[in-house]
Each structure stands twice: as structure tokens, then as C-alpha cells.
């Protein structure tokens, strides 16, 4: 890893973090890019490079979440320094990777950097995930009562990692198949409700 990027990224690209809803917060990022550098460890790429594009892939959240994979890439593009670090079609690369990254995309990675990047930000923790669900929920409903959050986030976490949902797996990750078995288990089950209603009482709601 070059230790130069590291202090760039640290010092520069996280902060940008700062403020974000907590779904999408530095916490996150940092899961995603040691997610990442895990996952790559078993491929042949470029280390900085899967480094980078974590770090990027979030950043363009204080706009608005739609389209942020776009902003995100838009950012990432036009961000000067890289060029010390990267060539630019290893930034076009970067960048591309970026915009595929989301969950609900209609579409697969272009590069093994993209599948990289998409597979670390699935991060199926499912406590984890359940935690992330209930926070973006607050963040985007926080007028809404414990029973509304519960729904809020039970439909969604039906829609996204349901046996039907719209998440796909890329690469083979043991830790992310495991934790989508226990997630859709926990859905049936009803293990997910109980959940959220305990970490909203946990956060004293």
C-alpha cells in the first residue's frame, strides 16, 4: 500500500464523512474498505487502487442518495491529487467501479474493481445490517413512531435481501453467503423485528 495515499485518503477523502446520515457515515466506509482489502486478497489487482475506490464510493451521500454512485464517481473524476497516485485510465477504472457499486443497480459490475467494491458494500453482517436499516430509517423518518420504523425497515430489508430481492452476490465471499442465509432466516423467522424493536430501545427511542 502507498503509505502517501493512505495519509491523502485519511487526512483528505474521509472528513468528507463527516455529517453524513450514520447509514452511510464514516463507520460504514471504513467496514467497506477493510471489506475490500479482505476480499482482494485473493485476487490479482491493484491494492490502491481497491483501497481508493472504497474510500470514494460513499462520498457523494451529502448530495442526496439518488444517484449518489454517480456524484460519487463525478467527485472521484474530478479530484486532481489522484493523478499522483494513478493513471487516468486506472482513475476512469476507479471511477467506473464507483457507479457500480449499488445494491439495486440494474446492472453488473463492468471490472473485477466494480464486483470488488459492490461485494464489501453489502457488508452482510446481519446485526450490521439491521442497524444500518433502522438508522438510515430515522434518519429519513424521524418524525415516525418505534411501529412506523419497525415497518419502514422490515419492508425494506423484504425487498432488498429477501429471497426475491433485488441484492446480488458477485464474487464468492463465505462471510457475505452466510450472512444473507441468516438475514432471510431472521426475516421468516421474525428475528428481525424483534431485533430492531430491541436496538430502538437500545438508542432510547
Known amino acids: 500500500m ?5 495519509r491523502y485518503i485519511e487526512e483528505q477523502v474521509l472528513p468528507c464523512y463527516e455529517g453524513v446520515d450514520p447509514a452511510h457515515g464514516l463507520s460504514h466506509i471504513r467496514t467497506v474498505m477493510e471489506n475490500s482489502l479482505r476480499i482482494a486478497g485473493a485476487l490479482d489487482v491493484d491494492l490502491d487502487m481497491v483501497y481508493c475506490i472504497a474510500a470514494y464510493h460513499d462520498i457523494g451521500i451529502r448530495f442526496g442518495r439518488d444517484d449518489h454512485e454517480k456524484t460519487s464517481a463525478k467527485w472521484m ?6 493523478l499522483k497516485f494513478f493513471s487516468a485510465e486506472q ?4 471511477a467506473e ?3 457500480d457499486h449499488r445494491a439495486s443497480s440494474k446492472s453488473s459490475p463492468r471490472t473485477i474493481y466494480g464486483a470488488i467494491v459492490a461485494e464489501a458494500d453489502r457488508d452482510l453482517n446481519p446485526a450490521r445490517v439491521l442497524r444500518r436499516c ?22 425494506h430489508l423484504k425487498d432488498k435481501y429477501g429471497p426475491n430481492g433485488y441484492l446480488k452476490l458477485f464474487l464468492h465471499d463465505p462471510i457475505n453467503e452466510d450472512g444473507l442465509a441468516t438475514l432471510r432466516a431472521w426475516i ?3 428475528e428481525a423485528e424483534r431485533f430492531i424493536g430491541d436496538y430502538l430501545r437500545e438508542i432510547g427511542r
Open 2 to 6: 502507498n503509505k502517501e495515499l493512505e
Open 77 to 82: 473524476r474530478e479530484d486532481e491529487k489522484l
Open 91 to 94: 482513475i476512469q477504472t476507479m
Open 97 to 99: 467501479a464507483v457507479e
Open 134 to 155: 433502522v438508522d438510515f430509517a430515522l434518519a429519513h423518518h424521524p418524525l415516525a413512531s418505534n411501529e412506523e420504523i419497525v415497518e419502514i425497515s422490515s419492508s
Open 188 to 190: 421468516q423467522n421474525g
